[in-house]
């Protein structure tokens, strides 16, 4: 089963940070969800990042950024350009699709993430999105 995960970054007071959330029941999250049969990446990637934060992006907002192996299955990294849409700094979002529960979305350092109710997985793509900012950055 094919996993995608839009990546939301934000630079503040010279930090570069990620979009996590909390989930009620599972803990602190990266924005996932599972590719539907015969869709295009992009177009999950923009699906899921509005079914579980309310953030509208278009395709020429996303940039791929490759596909790894996680937890026995095959996450596809999608970064979304938000930079130009004045996202809080926290926020609470009620899913539709979710049971109606509240996702609470906050930034965390992406270089120094110091987030205890992180589960391996999760941890394991923040260590991915690190080593694809640094190939950025130099």
């Known amino acids: 089963?094919?996993?995608?995960?839009?990546v939301i970054l934000r630079k503040n007071n010279n930090i570069l940070e990620i979009l996590?959330?909390?989930?009620?029941?599972?803990?602190?999250?990266?924005?996932?969800?599972?590719?539907?049969?015969?869709e295009p990446v992009f177009q999950a990637a923009i699906r899921?990042?509005?079914?579980?934060?309310?953030?509208?992006?278009g395709e020429s907002q996303c940039y791929d950024w490759g596909s790894h192996q996680i937890s026995n299955q095959t996450w596809?990294?999608?970064?979304?350009?938000?930079?130009?849409?004045g996202l809080e700094d926290q926020w609470c979002y009620d899913t539709l699709d979710d049971y109606g529960h509240c996702f609470e979305f906050f930034w965390e350092?992406?270089?120094?993430?110091?987030?205890?109710?992180?589960?391996?997985?999760?941890?394991?793509?923040?260590?991915l999105i690190r080593q694809k900012m640094k190939l950025y950055l130099l």
């Open 109 to 127: 350092n992406v270089n120094t993430y110091h987030v205890l109710d992180l589960h391996s997985k999760y941890v394991q793509a923040l260590d």
């Open 76 to 85: 596809h990294f999608v970064f979304c350009d938000t930079a130009n849409q």
């Open 20 to 38: 996590l959330f909390k989930h009620p029941t599972a803990g602190i999250q990266l924005v996932k969800g599972t590719i539907e049969k015969s």
């Open 1 to 6: 089963m094919n996993k995608v995960c839009p």
């Open 48 to 57: 899921e990042l509005y079914e579980e934060s309310g953030i509208v992006v």
